[in-house]
């Protein structure tokens, strides 16, 4: 699916699909995580030198923050307690970057992921922004398309 050009895409345009009962949700913000192979250092035995090999090890993923806007649905909420109350939703999550013309040009899937934490911004009775909730995942695999 990467659509590839030679001006880079810009980071504004994308859509969320986590399998929410409302459909699409807009998010305000998402950070995708970063994905890290393990280095294991290995040595063996009959080797003259001290140095030590450096071999691929386990793949680590970090955790995926989703910002949006409160508008009164509770469908972030409702996943968090649903595992929060011991019914563990594992779900597909689709980031997909847009063009100009709001077309795909490249996707990442999280496999099995499950939020973590549920954090609504302060009340501020001075303040004017706008109330926003994070959605904190952690997920299995990440595929890139």
Known sequence: MAVQRDNPY???NFVVDAGFAEGEIGFAEVEIPAAEIEAIEDREGGDRTNASRKLPGRVRYGNVVLRR???GTLALWEWFKAVRDDQ???RNVT???LDEQRQPVQRWLLRDAWPVKYDPSELN???NEVVVELLELVCESIEVD
Request: hydrophobic letters at 45%; aromatic letters at 6%.
């Open 10 to 12: 810009a980071n504004f």
């Open 125 to 127: 009775a001075k303040g």
């Open 69 to 71: 806007g409160v508008t």
């Open 88 to 90: 563990l939703e594992r």
């Open 95 to 97: 980031i997909t970057l």
